[in-house]
C-alpha cells in the first residue's frame, strides 16, 4: 500500500511555489513542498504543519487537485496536490536548499521529483487553456 504524502500547490497568480530538496533519497530534485500525515491529522492540517515547519509561513488549504502514486527505490508513495494560498509569513528555507516561484509555463524548466512532474503537466495546461480561452475572438469570419 503506498504511503501517503501531502503536497501544496502554493499559487500566487499564475505563479506556484517550488523548493529543491537539500538531501534525502531525492536531493536535488524540486518539488511541491509538504509532507507526511501524523496520527489524528487531516490531510489539511498536514500541510499548514508542514509548511509552517518547512518554510515558516501560514496557508490557506483548497481543494484537492491531483493524486499520483508513484514508485521510488526508496519506496511506494501517494501524492495527493492541495491548492493552497500564501496567507502570511516570509519564506525561511528551513529543509529545502532553493525555492522559487515559478510562472506555470516555466514549470517543466526545473528537474522536479518524478511524483511531482504529473501535477506540474496539469497546471501548465490550465494555465494555457486559460490563456488562450483569454481575448480570443469566437466570431466566425
Known sequence: MPLPVMAAIIQRGNEVLLCQRKEGALAGKWEFPGGKIENGETPEECLVREIQEELGITIEVQDIFQAVHCHYDHG??????????HVAGEITLRVHSACAWVDRSELGNYDLAAANIPIAER???????????????????
Request: hydrophobic residues 40%; charged residues 30%; without cysteine.
Open 123 to 141: 497546471l501548465k495546461e490550465n494555465s494555457d487553456a486559460a490563456r488562450s480561452s483569454m481575448g480570443s475572438d469566437s466570431r466566425a469570419d
Open 76 to 85: 511506494d508513495f501517494l501524492v495527493i496536490g492541495y491548492l493552497a494560498a
